[in-house]
């Protein structure tokens, strides 16, 4: 992960449950009957509190929600940014658990509702806004919901269920790269792309008769080395600019081979 800015090092994260039944004793309780009301679901309610961004006066505050939900664009980068929060937490409490089957990645089209608005320190720290507004909007990367929608993903997943198709150790390791790189966490990112690219090298030689696959892996073999200088690097430091561009689009041409595999062979 690069390292923090002053604006996220200022920023406050609350994380509380909603909606929770009352919790009781740890007896045995007996079985219920199969058409009894089933218990409702808890919530999960995630504040990030812009703390570095802090108003003189209410009406100061009340012209900045205005103009935020008006501006094009302003709102996705709120909730980009509290998104970003939201998951570096997610993935410090993966590794502090050491629990491999933590969630460590949500995006805006898993949340209940959305809102953006102001408050004292004791109402955003509740979770409460002095004035709140609920915004709507698209999941988050327009270029992942490209590639999910080209992949078509739902036809994949019947055929890897069906035993028809095997799918291959690079498409895992890839995709861990890619989360860890938009998560901001390159060096881990540039671990993963490494061993990928190998993989992808073996399992996708020769896969089709198209002169882009075969122009795209004689690329990936001729940077190779770059991935595993990268890789190296990462092993030591945070990555140099220069790495970490590297790392970006050897991930992106990679991401194209796996792509038009499945595109063509349908």
Same mark, same amino acid.
């Given at each position: ?7 996220? @090092?200022? %920023?406050? +994260? ?6 929770? !039944? ?13 058409? @009894?009301?089933?218990? !409702?679901? #808890? ?6 509190? $812009? ?19 008006? #501006? ?13 929060? +939201? ?9 502090? %658990? ?21 408050? %004292? ?31 078509? !993903? ?19 390791? *890839? +995709? ?8 901001? $966490? ?10 990928? +690219?190998? @993989? ?6 020769? @896969?089709? #008769?198209? !002169? ?41 041409? %990679? ?8 595109? *063509?062979?349908?």
């Amino acid at each position: 992960m690069r390292g923090l800015d002053a604006e996220a @090092a200022e %920023s406050v +994260l609350v994380v509380q449950k909603v909606g929770a !039944p009352a919790a009781g004793g740890r007896r045995r309780r007996k079985p219920r009957r199969p058409d @009894a009301e089933a218990a !409702p679901l #808890a919530l999960t309610r995630a504040t990030a509190i $812009r703390a570095f961004a802090r108003f003189e006066a209410e009406e100061e505050a009340a012209r900045w929600l205005e103009e935020a939900c008006e #501006a094009e664009g302003a709102v996705e980068v709120l909730v980009d940014e509290a998104l970003e929060l +939201l998951n570096r937490a997610l993935h410090a409490q993966a590794l502090a %658990s050491a629990d491999p089957t933590s969630r460590s990645e949500l995006g805006a089209e898993g949340a209940e509702r959305i809102l953006i608005g102001f408050g %004292s320190g004791e109402e955003a720290a509740a979770g409460r806004f002095r004035e709140g507004r609920q915004v709507d909007i698209a999941p988050r990367s327009a270029r992942r919901r490209r590639r999910e929608e080209e992949l078509r !993903p739902q036809e994949r997943v019947a055929a890897i269920l069906g035993g028809r198709e095997r799918a291959d150790a690079c498409e895992t390791l *890839l +995709l861990r790269a890619r989360a860890d790189l938009d998560a901001g $966490r390159d060096r881990e990112a540039a671990l993963q792309l490494r061993v990928g +690219l190998e @993989a992808l090298l073996v399992e996708l030689k020769g @896969a089709l #008769a198209d !002169p882009g696959h075969e122009e795209d892996m004689a690329t990936l073999t001729t940077r190779r080395n770059e991935a595993g200088g990268a890789a190296n690097a990462a092993l030591r430091d945070e990555l140099s600019e220069e790495q970490r561009r590297q790392v970006e689009e050897l991930l992106k041409i %990679s991401e194209r081979v796996l792509r038009r595999r499945r595109l *063509l062979r349908g």
